[in-house]
Structures are given as C-alpha cells and as structure tokens.
C-alpha cells in the first residue's frame, strides 16, 4: 500500500460505510433535532417578545392560522405571553436541564460502574444494593422528596434528574468492565504491572465508549419526559420561567377553550423525544458490535 | 299474621325505592370544602354553602329580594319577629314546632347555648367571638323569647342574626359529641340534614322532611370537591354533577357550548391583597401605596374578568345603603407615582413573595402573576409562590410578605367589611386604633356618625396601605337548564323549596 492512495481511502471510507446506511428517517431526525437545538441556542434573538412579558388584553388569543393574527404567530397564553416566546424559551431550558442532567448520569454511573465493575469484592456489593435500591424507589417520589426537602430550584432540578438515571449507566459499565477485564489485553497490561486505576482508566474505559453514547442518547429522551412531568407537576421550573413541562401544565385549566395552549408544548415534547430516540437507536445499530453481528 | 308482617317487610323496600326515583338528587361540585361544617368555625367563601343548607339562623338575609340576588333585607327565620326594647336590648320570638335534625326541639335555651359556646372566651371560636363580642348576655323570660343584651348599643345586631355564624345549634347534641364531632356530624334546623362527611371529597345531605319553611326540594344533595376548573366542567357535561361554582370568564363558552347547561352568575365579595407591615422589606408605608398604585385595576378586570367584575369606590358596597358614599373615588393607577414613591422609600430591593392558593379564588393565581409583572415595572422584585395551604401557611410564615385573600361581606355592613377585612384576617401589625375607631363606629346608632367614622377609617386604611382592594369579583355557575335555581351574592347557594324546582 502506497503512501498516496491512503488519504484517498481514508476520505472515501466514511462515506461509504456511513452515509449509504443512514436511512431518510434518521437523517430527518439529526435535521430536526439541529434545528431545534439552533432555535433553542437562538431563542433570544428569534423570540419576537420576552418569556414574562405579558400583554393582558390579548390574553388567550388563537394561533395565526386559528384565526389568531400576526403579533403572535403561536397565540397567547393566559397571561396574554406570546406563545412562540415561551416556546424557544422552553426549548431551551429542557434541552439544557435533560443535557445537564444525563452528564450528571453519566458521569456518576460510569464512576460507580468503574469501581464496582474493577474492585470486586464487597465494594461491588455495596454499589449494585444501591442501585438495586434506586431501581425499587418511584423516580417521581424521589423528586418529589427532594423537592419537598429542599426546595426548587435549577440546580436541584438538574441533579435528580441525572440521579435518576444513573444506576442504568452504573450497571452497563459494570457488565462492560467484567467483559473487559476478562480479555487478554487487560490480563496482559495487568501482568506488567499495571495499577487498577491504570487498567480502568487506559484499557477499560476506551471500549464502553460506545455503548455509553447510545445508552446516553436514548435515556435523554426518558429524561426529558421527566424534566416536563416534573414542571408539570409544579416542582420543576418555576414561573415566569418556561419549560415545556411547566407550559403544558399552564394551560391545564385551558384545555376545554384553548387546546392549542396544551397542543404546542405537547407537540414539541413528542417531537423532541422521538427524534432523540430514533438517533439512539440508530447509533445502538451502528456501534454495537453484538447487532451488527 | 307473622305471613303478613314478612310480606310488608319485604315491600317496604320496593316501595321506599319507587319513592326515591321519583325524588330528585343534585350534585353540586365546588372547588373547595371545608374541614369542619360547625357554622361558626366555617366561615370562609367555601363554608357559607355547606352551613346554610343544613342550619338555619334567628333573621335569615333575603337575597332574592333584588334582582341581582344581592338583596341585604332581612326576612324572619327562625325568628318570627324581632323588636328592639331599649338601645341595648333586643327581643327575639322564635317560632314555635321547630325541630332539629334529630327530632329535638328548638327552644330558646339553645339560642342561648349557641351564642354561649361562642363567647365562652376558652372556646376556638376566635373569629366569631371577635364578630360577636359585642353581645353582654343572653336572657330567656320562656320557651319561645330571646332577650339579647349588648354591652353597647349595637346597630348591626339583627344583620348579626343574619350572619351564617349565628346559625343555631343544639344544645343537648353539642353537649353529648363535643366541639369536634360537632364539626364532623352537625345537627342543625335547616332544610338539609348531613349524612356524611369525607375531607377533600364530599358532603352529602339529605332532604330534611320536617323543616319548617317548605319540604326540601332535592331528596339527596351532595357537595363535591373538584378542585381544577376542567374537570368540574367536564362533570358537568357528562351529567356527574348538576351545578359547578368558581368558573373563570374565559371558560364561560365552554359551558355554553353545551347543549345541557347554562351560565348563571352573581356579584359577590372582593378580591383583596394583605400586605404584612411587619416585614422589614414591606414597613414603609410609602413602598406599600406605591405597590398599590402600580396595580391597573380597570386592566386587570377587562382582560381577566371580560369587564364583569367592578373597581370599587375605595374599600365600599351599595348594599351598605346610606353608609355608603358613592363620592369617594376609586382605587387609582398612576404607575410614574409609584415608581417615584418605591424609590423614595426604604426598600431596597428585598424578593417579596406573593403567597396564593392554585384554585381557591376565580382567577387568583393568574391575577397573581399580572400584578407581580405590574410591580416589576415599578421596580418591585416581586414572585408567585403557589402553595395548596396558603391561609395558614401565610398567616404563620414570616417570609410571606404578600397574599391574597377576599373580603368580609358576609354581613353587609362597613363593620364587616371595613374592620373584619382589615383585622382579624389582615396582616397588619400597628392596627390598633384603626380596630379601636372601628368598635367605635360599630356600637354607634346614630347613621351619620357612623358615616364619618367609616369615611375615616377608610382615610386610614388608604394611607397605611396594610393591602388593597383589586375588584368586586362575579360568582359564575355552571348549571343543568331545567333546574330552576339562581345564586346568591357571597357564594350563597340556597337550595331551599323557595329556590330551587325540577322540571
């Protein structure tokens, strides 16, 4: 193999085996979800009036296309706040806590799997009770303690939240690090003398890379239903902030004469979870090794 | 014989059920219940529905007597007549075969007992006695006469035999379950007896046969609790309730769509806002009449409440009659004034949190929101906290510094609405003698005087700045069309033969 056909193949290589097996669905999904997440990183610039600014007298007024006018293209709400505002407001904020909150996942599960998965022994045992415990425990009692305990606010949102996840991680990682630890490269890395620390970190963690990306992106779809259930419920963000949760549980009282005020943020919620979920899905396809067999 | 008796026992209860099918029931769903139906501990917008069908008092308030169902004449109830014998005496008649609920007859040793429990100064009854303080003793010549003697003379006294709080109970009953289980199972002499009770979901009474102003038109009448607006007219359409209270203007079409029910509606007490004068963030008097005069009113009441609800002419009602003075001017908008007077007060930006119940007050919580972005502009850093328990938890928590309530109109008169308003449930610290000036003025006969010292008290309240007044709120109910039934002003739903028929 000659030096001058190798960049060639490299650049040729991705595309062949990406993008032919991107199917229309998932390639949709990345569009949407980018535009989204551009609206959302945007909101300020594009949102024509502010999240709590309110016009009374045009409380309740229809989206443009349900007889509504141009001042709010997705109507008012009860408060008479632009809809479409609140919207990429909304977006924003869920997208911010459900990022936040599966790093937070992440991050503290792929630890308690690392140590759980590499030291073995009692410690293991104490780590899987945990998680066997969180699992016994209602996600949405937990927050609702918390809350309860300690009050609203952004901080504490995004910590249950990631919490709530994290022993899914935790126990992927530890199954990953047993499998792992098993293979002969690790053995051999051992018998040079390797430290623990070093065989996690170096050799271990590189190869449940991917499985955590996948895991990640299809739990971010769960963790935005919860951030929005939580706002819903009133213990996630509060007013005048705008979550989509918190907009959907806003105009509960509304349903019956103005639907569309549920109808907006529930659409965005669906769209936003499906998108996510299909990429995760996607990506589960093309990087786990078992299904491709 | 025994063939007989078997026989009869077996049709008495075919027959008693062909007699229920053919009586009526009526399902009332409400927003809110009580957790007591002792009517001198319910005494709040919720609790004057419960206690007025199934207690009667001594002068009943005659609602209907005006078309607007606001009527403040006064009618006998139990009382047929009543007399005053010097300026510290009234004689009350009662009127004769009255029973309770449980067969016991109504004498004038329970009128007394009633009132007794009341004063007793150990008793729970903080609120009643305050509002009923003024009573010295209560003499009984026989059966059928009640002598109320009053410490000093007392203008109001009849409207006080009106007051739902006045209802009459049973002495030997009350004796024999105590003051909670009294709360639990009353017995009273209205036209609807209590069968039971279950906190925050219903209360079910049954039609009184012997009440003694007509046979209670429903056979069964229950209060649900259905706290969220769309869920009591989703009740209401599918035919699991018949009437529904507490319905925001902008839900009304949602009712009218239906091919079943009717919009009915009823002015009724005000909307107020209590400020607490103790907190350091809220004691300058200047900072308050800023925060009042940041509030637009005449917005607040054409975009929340479709131009039905009414500014008021300071803290009034007509219904007062010649005490109220249709001169004073309404409650004024001027927001460059106070931002000028925030600014030259002592605030210094402190967060101020305006308490509020999610459904308790027709558009509260959405008022809510609008004024504090009404305070934002005036540089007020101002937030909503909902909390379900927002009447205690705002009278104990000091970091409430705002709340919302509604007013006393219970009784129509200023010494309800003026002192009750802005005593015993404000949170005004330093009231004492506004409360001084307001007994004042409440054991005055003379019209005129009592005229000035309430114009006065009014010069207080609006300079001290202890709350505002946003708005006369409209009562709207959702109501089956054929029921022939009309609110009344303060909440009151009468279910009496008088006002309610089936068709």
């Not at chain 1, 349900?66 to 009860?78: I, K, P, Q, W």
């Not at chain 1, 690090?177 to 430290?195: C, P």
């Not at chain 1, 449940?208 to 935005?224: D, K, Y």
């Not at chain 2, 705002?394 to 219970?410: A, G, T």
Request: aromatic share 8%; proline share 6%; net charge negative.
């Amino acid at each position: 193999m000659s030096d001058e056909t190798l960049p060639l193949r490299r650049a040729e290589r991705p595309r062949r085996k990406w993008l032919p097996a991107l199917p229309p669905p998932v390639l949709l999904a990345f569009a949407v979800l980018a535009t989204m997440l551009a609206a959302a990183a945007l909101a300020p610039l594009l949102a024509p009036y502010g999240i709590a600014e309110q016009q009374l007298l045009s409380r309740l007024r229809p989206p443009a296309l349900l007889g509504g006018d141009g001042a709010h293209l997705l109507g008012a709400d009860h408060l008479g706040r632009d809809v479409l505002s609140r919207l990429l407001h909304a977006l924003g904020t869920t997208l911010v806590i459900a990022g936040a909150g599966v790093l937070i996942g992440v991050v503290t599960g792929t630890i308690a799997g690392l140590i759980s998965g590499s030291a073995g022994g009692w410690l293991d045992h104490v780590f899987m009770l945990l998680v066997d415990a969180q699992a016994a425990v209602p996600l949405t009692l937990l927050a609702l303690t918390a809350v309860a305990l300690v009050g609203t606010s952004p901080l504490v949102l995004v910590l249950i939240v990631g919490i709530a996840d994290y022993d899914k991680y935790a126990r992927v990682v530890r199954a990953q690090v047993l499998t792992v630890r098993a293979r002969t490269f690790v053995e051999a890395a051992r018998a040079l003398g390797a430290s623990p620390l070093r065989v996690a970190l170096r050799h271990v963690l590189p190869n449940i890379v991917s499985p955590l990306i996948v895991l990640a992106t299809i739990n971010l779809s769960t963790v935005i239903i919860l951030e929005s259930a939580l706002s819903f419920l009133g213990v996630g963000v509060q007013p005048p902030h705008a979550s989509l949760g918190l907009m959907l549980g806003e105009a509960r009282n509304h349903l019956i004469t103005a639907w569309w005020l549920a109808a907006i943020p529930a659409a965005a919620i669906i769209v936003l979870t499906m998108t996510t979920a299909m990429i995760g899905d996607w990506l589960r396809d093309r990087l786990d090794p078992n299904l491709a067999a | 014989m025994l063939r007989w008796f078997l026989a009869l026992a077996l049709l008495l209860p075919a027959v008693t059920s062909v007699q229920a099918a053919d009586r009526h029931t009526l399902t009332v769903g409400v927003q809110s219940l009580r957790n007591t139906l002792d009517p001198a501990m319910a005494l709040a917008n919720a609790g004057f529905p419960l206690t007025n069908n199934s207690f009667d008092t001594l002068i009943r308030r005659d609602f209907a007597a005006n078309e607007a169902g606001t009527s403040a004449r006064l009618a006998p109830g139990l009382a047929t007549s009543w007399r005053r014998i010097d300026d510290l005496t009234l004689e009350v008649t009662l009127r004769e075969g009255v029973t309770f609920h449980n067969g016991a007859a109504l004498t004038s040793a329970d009128v007394k007992f009633t009132f007794e429990r009341l004063l007793d100064p150990d008793a729970k009854y903080t609120r009643a006695r305050f509002q009923l303080g003024n009573i010295e003793r209560i003499e009984t010549p026989d059966d059928l006469t009640v002598r109320f003697v009053t410490k000093k003379p007392d203008p109001i006294l009849e409207k006080m035999l009106a007051y739902p709080g006045s209802s009459i109970v049973p002495k030997d009953y009350f004796e024999q379950v105590g003051f909670d289980g009294f709360g639990r199972k009353p017995v009273g002499a209205g036209p609807y007896r209590v069968l039971e009770f279950i906190d925050n979901d219903r209360v079910v009474m049954e039609a009184f046969a012997d009440y003694w102003d007509g046979a209670p038109p429903a056979a069964t009448l229950t209060f649900r609790e259905i706290p969220e607006v769309s869920s009591r007219i989703t009740a209401l359409a599918n035919g699991e309730v018949d009437i529904i209270n507490s319905i925001p203007p902008d839900q009304l079409a949602a009712i009218e769509r239906l091919n079943c029910c009717e919009v009915r509606d009823v002015l009724v007490n005000s909307h107020v806002l209590n400020y607490r004068t103790g907190h350091p963030a809220m004691a300058d008097k200047r900072f308050r009449q800023g925060l009042n005069l940041a509030i637009d009113r005449e917005l607040l009441t054409k975009a929340l409440w479709d131009g039905r609800a009414m500014v008021t002419h300071s803290h009034q009602y007509e219904e007062w009659n010649e005490l109220f003075n249709p001169a004073r001017p309404k409650f004024a908008y001027d927001p460059a004034k106070a931002k000028a007077l925030i600014e030259a007060s002592d605030y210094a930006g402190q967060k101020l949190q305006f308490i509020t119940h999610p459904v308790y007050y027709t558009n509260g919580l959405t008022a809510a929101q609008a004024i504090v972005e009404m305070w934002r502009k005036v540089g007020v850093n101002a937030e909503v906290r909902v909390d379900e328990n927002w009447s205690s938890v705002s009278q104990k928590d000091s970091s409430i510094e705002v709340r919302n309530l509604s007013d006393w109109l219970i009784v129509p008169d200023p010494n309800a609405t003026i002192l009750w308003s802005w005593s015993i449930t404000a949170l005004w610290d330093g009231n004492e003698d506004f409360v001084k000036l307001g007994e004042d003025a409440a054991t005055t006969l003379d019209p005129k005087l009592r005229f000035a010292k309430y114009q006065k008290m009014l010069d207080m309240f609006e300079d001290e700045a202890p709350g505002t007044v946003l708005y006369r709120a409209r009562e709207f109910y959702g109501v089956r069309s054929q029921l022939t039934w009309r609110p009344f002003s303060v909440y009151m739903m009468d279910f009496r033969a008088s006002n309610l028929s089936f068709e």
